[in-house]
């Protein structure tokens, strides 16, 4: 415990402290206001800590320390709080930092439209007002053999406008095993309030049938729909309708099937040797409606939500005036047209694509980096934790597939200390990985500190910046 005592009287003027040549320093650069302005904020909050047990030291009241913390708050201040981190946490697809990475064509496609005019809404040929979604419309429909599609701001909002449009003031009849929440307050029941449609619950949690629909059916529904269950499984004794009854259901009654699918992998992904997952194209072939699904989960784009099938309903889409809430920007839809370009060639796309590089990395590559890490990253951390190689397994994240693992390798990195003292000293440890210049994020487990090396491309980055490590992590 640190000593206090008054440090009141020994907080120097802010006029003292402007004199400093570092903080003279801080004015050409920042500009005086934003420095006396950072002064100020340092020299209340160390009035605010006096003579609170472990709040401030006569140290930390030094012009010199407060010219250290001023410069380290502008200098944060100036490079913004969004920053590249590494994603070692071994979900490929984590929602919290920032999903699929984008390829190289849509990083280049972004930029130039970003730093253009460019004829979003305008049709070159006529020399007149044209449609943003026909950037991408063509390209959906090529891959998922829709007639028509349109693009909104992410998935959620794709659900939310076609259940408006299609169902406001009706009922949309629903599974029971299939009303989930996604985290982040996506909640199907809500959303479906939110559309102004009612729910119509069928069937039971574990199972559905299909006379559970046709019994649900009445003068008020507007629609059936399909959820996907995205981040959870059912195991045991489970029946559901699978979309083809449905569709065949649906049509008989005259009502839409929709199919919410969440992730939506663009092409089977057992190509690449991962798991199944259901394809917008096979809903289609289904006899599904209308599909909505995401652009940065297994689409690997960015983000975006996809309403891809019948014209006559995507045309109805487009005239809801939410639409115009929801819509995308210029910077997305050319982001988005350049990954979905890209799946014009499927044999390429697992070099192309980013996200699924990641996820078929093989399991001998991930452990041979493993290895090539480890010696630098033991020499970091020498005499205050041991480093080793462990088989684990990475998951793809963001609802996808959730009971399917990838086997993978980590470094698994645990503190020399006493049982007792190793849950404090992890977290120091990760706190110290999450202050490098490159922040590196893992994920801490059984009182060890998990770096999972399968979307670790930039090595030479993660390696040149453990050298800052040894002023975090204090030895004792
Ligand atoms: C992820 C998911 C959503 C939400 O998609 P966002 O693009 O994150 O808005 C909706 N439905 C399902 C089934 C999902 O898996």
Redesign the pocket.
């Known amino acids: 415990m640190s000593i206090t005592r008054p440090i009141h009287a020994s907080i120097p003027s802010v006029d003292r402290i402007l004199k400093l040549a570092a903080v003279a320093a801080l004015i050409a650069e920042y500009g005086r206001d934003a420095v006396v302005s950072a002064v100020r904020d340092d020299v209340d909050r160390l009035r605010a800590a006096l003579g609170q047990r472990d709040g401030a030291t006569a140290s930390d009241a030094t012009p010199e320390s407060i010219a250290t913390r001023v410069g380290a708050s502008l200098r944060a201040a100036a490079t913004g709080s969004l920053q590249a981190v590494f994603n070692l946490t071994g979900t490929v697809l984590h ?1 919290n930092l920032g ?1 699929a990475v984008l390829p190289q064509e849509a990083i280049e496609a972004i930029a130039h439209a970003a730093g253009n005019a460019v004829n979003l809404e305008f049709d070159l040929a006529e020399g007149r007002r044209g449609d943003r979604d026909r950037h991408v419309e063509a390209l959906l429909t090529q891959i998922t053999g829709a007639e028509a599609a349109a693009v909104v ?7 939310l406008l076609a259940l408006n449009t299609l169902a406001q003031k009706k009922e949309v009849i629903v599974s029971r095993g299939e009303l ?1 929440e ?3 307050e ?1 909640r ?1 029941p809500e ?1 479906m309030k939110r559309a102004g449609c009612r729910l119509v619950e069928v069937g039971t949690t574990n199972r559905t049938h299909l006379k559970d629909y046709a019994e649900a059916i009445g003068p008020r529904t507007a629609l059936i729909m399909k ?5 959870y499984q059912i195991l045991g004794f489970v029946k559901s309708v699978d979309e083809t009854s449905l569709a065949k259901l649906a049509r008989e009654r005259g009502l839409p099937l929709i199919s ?4 939506g992998a663009l092409l089977d992904l057992r190509r690449w040797g991962l798991p199944y997952e259901h394809t917008p194209a096979e809903m289609i072939v289904a006899g599904v409606d209308l599909v ?6 297994l689409v690997g784009g960015p ?3 996809m309403i891809v099938g019948r014209r006559a309903l995507i045309e109805r889409i487009n005239r809801n005036a939410l639409k115009r809430a929801v819509r995308v920007d210029k910077l997305r839809i050319a982001g988005l047209a350049a990954v979905l370009r890209l799946y014009a060639n499927p044999d390429r796309l697992a070099k192309s694509l980013p996200l699924l590089r990641h996820l078929c990395r093989s399991p001998a590559d991930i452990e041979a980096q493993a290895r090539r890490v480890l010696p630098a990253m033991a020499q970091a951390l020498a005499g205050r934790a041991t480093v080793t190689v462990e088989g684990g397994e990475s998951q793809i994240g ?3 597939l959730p009971a399917d693992r990838l086997p993978s390798f980590a470094l698994a990195i645990r503190p020399m200390v006493a049982r007792r003292e190793a849950s404090a000293r992890v977290e120091a440890l990760s706190r110290a990985f999450r202050a490098l210049p490159v922040p590196v994020i893992g994920r801490v487990h059984d009182g060890a500190l998990y770096f999972d090396l399968r979307c670790l491309d930039d090595e030479e980055r993660l390696l040149q910046q453990l050298v800052h490590l040894a002023g975090h992590v204090k030895r004792h």
């Open positions: 929602t999903r701001n992410n998935n959620a909002a794709a659900v989930i996604i985290g982040g996506f199907m959303i959820v996907h269950p995205s981040n919410d699918l969440g992730a909505t699904f995401s652009g940065d989960k983000q975006a939500g963001s609802g996808s």
